[in-house]
């Protein structure tokens, strides 16, 4: 197949198909995958962008650069949101490898971002990083006052699984100074969190 049908196949109906085009477009790439890859976050079918989204996780590492200068520098709420996705499943889809420091700074700089759909986003990947996120996570919970992107950071905190956000989560759960909503979120993240590290440790 072509290249172009490979990328008209990411809009099959049929996920099979979309799966299979993904694969293969991440197996043969050129120097103009990515960017054209990128290029279709902003587009308006849903399954096209999310088929995007998913083909960039599936290519990894080689990706990060172009998909950060997106998520930081587009004018396009679609595309920053979307952007954020793509690094979260990259973490998904390569966990054993360590996140470049350039998509972490990245989402770091995101959480900042004004708009809902893209902080919220940002937290969430983080929240699939694991330790290697555990600062930037807890220097934006102490840092924003903005209530959505602390109760994120603290449900993002409990799935990374890393024991020292029993700390921060304990004393996010009783700070009387911290918004009440923050703190129940706080509270019921550390039932989740021992829920994770105990999974794990059955695990490893």
């Given at each position: ?6 990328f ?75 952007a ?12 054993d ?7 972490l ?21 983080l929240g ?14 102490k840092t ?14 409990a ?32 039932s ?13």
């Amino acid at each position: 197949m072509t290249t172009d049908s490979l990328f008209e196949q990411l809009k099959h109906p049929n996920p099979h198909m979309r799966d299979r085009a993904m694969l293969e477009i991440a197996d043969e790439r050129d120097e103009n995958t990515i960017p054209r890859l990128v290029g279709i976050l902003d587009e308006e079918d849903v399954t096209y962008r999310r088929a995007a989204v998913k083909a960039l996780g599936v290519i990894g590492e080689d990706a990060v650069p172009l998909v950060v200068e997106a998520l930081l520098h587009s004018d396009n709420v679609t595309v920053r949101g979307s952007a954020a996705k793509v690094l979260a499943q990259i973490a998904v889809n390569y966990p054993d490898l360590p996140f470049p420091e350039a998509g972490l700074q990245g989402l770091k700089t995101a959480i900042n971002d004004p708009n809902p759909v893209v902080h919220i986003a940002a937290v969430m990947a983080l929240g699939q990083m694991g330790s290697s996120a555990f600062d930037i996570l807890v220097e934006s919970l102490k840092t924003t006052d903005n209530v959505a992107v602390q109760v994120a950071i603290v449900n993002a905190l409990a799935s990374i699984g890393d024991g020292r956000c029993i700390e921060v989560l304990t004393t996010f759960a009783n700070d009387e100074a911290v918004d009440s909503y923050v703190r129940e979120s706080a509270t019921s993240s550390l039932s989740r969190l021992d829920l994770v590290m105990n999974y794990r440790r059955g695990d490893s």
